[in-house]
């Protein structure tokens, strides 16, 4: 059968990640995070302190150090979750902190990361047969990927989602910082200047605030089998 490209997208925490992974694995195809990506690049400049006293980024010396920032993926190891490489090193816990979280949408915002991390993405779908989520896969990465996805739900029910998996984790986290994060992150997301994150003319919208995963596979199956 001829191999596709499969662009998810959609607002923050709203399961798509999960969604995507569970697709690739099923299909056979390989699975590609891009807020991974935009996550390991924010790591980067917190760690090599490129984050200004008042919480903005330092523009500037992140854009001369992208040259440096190579960013990988492990396969999925025993826990069937595929680990991020930062210049080879495991990220794949530290993306995920809160302090991360706070910082990867001004990080994303910026036009040469943007420019650079779309690059490397587009090198990685290069002979399809890949399921990629993220914000811009339909409409800037792969603006002719066979099947697109948007993947929507309140941001009450993301709050709640990512708060559960940030406390299974571990982390200390209250509700109103988990809803405040993901409710700024939609409003920059959507209103920057560079690729904002939009619905594809030609993406198919699935509000998954109702449907167990297994609903959600059946309908992702159904779409899917319909374009190869
Ligand atoms: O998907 P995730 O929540 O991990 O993405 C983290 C952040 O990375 C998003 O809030 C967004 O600012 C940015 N992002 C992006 N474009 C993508 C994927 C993620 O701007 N394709």
Redesign the pocket.
Known sequence: TNKIIVAI?GY??SG??TMARALAARIGYVYV???????AV?LYAIRNVMVNPDHTINKERLIAALPEIRISFEAPGEDGVQHTLLNGEDVENE??DMEV?NL??????IPEV?SR??AM?QSFGKDKGIV??????GT??FPNAELKIFVCASAEERARRRLKEMTEKGEKVSFDEVYKNVVE??H??TT?AV?P?KKASDAIELDNGNMTRDEQMEWLLDKFNSKV
Request: glycine share 4%; hydrophobic share 30%; proline share 2%.
């Open positions: 997208d923050s925490s798509k990640s995070d891009s807020g991974a990506m935009y996550r924010t993306i995920h979280s990867v949408s001004p990080v994303a915002a943007r991390l779309t993405q990629m989520d993220g914000r811009d896969i800037t990465v992150r939609d920059i997301d920057r690729s994150l």
